[in-house]
């Protein structure tokens, strides 16, 4: 089973063909003090609606989580953004950029996405993206993370240089809300001290979101701390 996760993992994210080398972002928080263990939960909020079976969970839960939203799923999902504002205790709201285009400055498509294609393009997706996310919560965003998740070198640079942080993760709990529900329980469920899962909730349809939900709960009840990136880093 473990080779099973593994190689589908591999699949989900393997490199796409690319003339510029492309980028997926890495990261762990430090180690948590002797005797606890924690895992930072991020969730993208792409396009689309939200997965009440995971926002609904977060907040009867109270799991903490850092939700990267888009301007596009801004618009459509106001009842969510109310749901945010009224657990700020809970929630961490970054930015997912403007329009889910991959931050790549580059005109070559990324996983069938078209990119942002350009030094200029990946600016407007980066800080109109970041506008978004002040518009209505109040807040300039610090991190930032692109559709696919996936950079190059130079716009790597340019995104650090527009004074955001690149949230990566150590770990997929959803392989891009492709997965079956035993498939994602069984990948949050097996999260170790310092991972951050990266997951989606915005896919209230597929049945990956129904396993995130039993992964994470497995995860609580084995005595794991939920944190949001600004207070694992």
């Not at 980028?23 to 792409?46: N, S, W």
């Not at 978004?132 to 130079?154: C, D, I, L, N, S």
């Not at 716009?155 to 955001?164: D, H, T, Y």
């Amino acid at each position: 089973m473990k080779f099973l996760s593994a190689l589908l993992f591999a699949i989900a994210f393997a490199p796409s063909a690319h003339a510029v080398p492309l980028i997926e972002y890495h990261m762990h928080m430090k180690p948590a003090p002797a005797g606890q263990k924690r895992v930072a939960l991020t969730f993208d909020a792409c396009t689309g609606k939200v997965d009440e079976r995971i926002l609904e969970t977060l907040v009867k839960d109270e799991v903490k989580a850092t939700i990267f939203v888009t301007a596009r799923w801004l618009k459509r999902n106001p009842a969510a953004i109310a749901t945010f504002k009224a657990h700020p205790e809970l929630f961490q709201i970054e930015n997912h950029g403007a329009k889910h285009l991959p931050a790549i400055d580059v005109p070559e498509p990324v996983y069938g996405l078209v990119p942002a294609g350009s030094p200029k393009a990946v600016s407007e997706e980066v800080e109109n993206g970041a506008a978004a996310v002040q518009a209505r919560f109040g807040h300039w965003p610090k991190w930032y993370r692109g559709a696919a998740a996936e950079y190059t070198a130079t716009s790597l640079e340019l995104i650090k240089s527009l004074g955001f942080e690149v949230a990566g993760f150590s770990m997929s709990g959803d392989g891009g809300a492709s997965w079956t529900s035993d498939h994602a329980a069984h990948a949050v469920a097996a999260a170790q001290d310092g991972d951050v899962i990266i997951a989606h909730i915005n896919q209230p349809k597929k049945p990956a979101g129904a396993g995130v939900v039993q992964g994470m709960l497995k995860l609580k009840a084995e005595g794991f701390t939920f944190v949001r990136l600004n207070e694992g880093f």
